[in-house]
Every structure is written in C-alpha cells, then in structure tokens.
C-alpha cells in the first residue's frame, strides 16, 4: 500500500504527462473522492471523481461537477483508493470515449 505522499508524488507525475498531452488539469481532491478538474484537449471543461467502486468523467457545461451535458461511470473496486497507474488510464479511456462524441472534433457526429 503507497502511502499519502507517494499517492500525491504518482498523481503529480501523471499530471505532467497529461499537460504534455494538451491537458489543462488540476488534482482538487486527493483523499475520497478523488478529484481532477480542467480542460480536455478539445476545449471543453471535464469533472473526473473516482469514490466507492465508481469512476465518472463528466465533460462540458459551464461547471461539469455539478452537471454535465456528457457524462460516463465505470466501476472500479476501491475507487476511492484510486492510485495513479490505473486512474490515469481510466480517465483516459473516458476521454476517448468522449472525443467519439465531441462535434468539435468528430464533425460527423453533429446533426
């Protein structure tokens, strides 16, 4: 089991390497629930919180934590123990899932 420190050290790193990637994200909330906020690459603001056995990304709207026009949970054993590996392929996973959805990115997907 890593402890606090090492849990905020992991995050950190991951966080580098999704600013490297055009993320603009802050960790809100290290301790239950988990919490990530920003922007997503393609513009739109996301919530990301991972408590209990459930992951959820929200994306879009003016604040997603609080609703979100696009929205995914997938569960995941002790959520709200989520270390950095698995959460940042977690949310990367949503983001992809999203970015099929997103017309600034998908035009085919617009009506």
């Known amino acids: 089991m890593t402890t606090r420190g090492e849990d905020r050290r992991e995050w950190d790193a991951a966080l580098v390497s999704l600013h490297a990637a055009g993320w603009q994200v802050a960790l809100t909330c290290l ?64 983001a992809a899932d999203h970015r099929m959805s997103c017309p600034r990115i998908n035009p085919s997907t617009s009506t």
Do not use: I, K
């Not at 997503?40 to 934590?65: I, K, N, T």
């Not at 609703?67 to 996973?93: C, I, K, M, Q």
């Open 31 to 94: 301790t239950a629930p988990l919490q990530l906020e920003g922007v997503l690459p393609c513009g739109e603001q996301f919530y990301f919180r991972s408590r209990h056995d459930e992951v959820l990304l929200a994306v879009g709207g003016d604040d997603p934590a609080d609703f979100a026009p696009w929205e995914r949970t997938v569960s995941h054993g002790n959520a709200s123990r989520l270390s950095a590996e698995p959460g940042l392929r977690l949310l990367l996973d949503l």
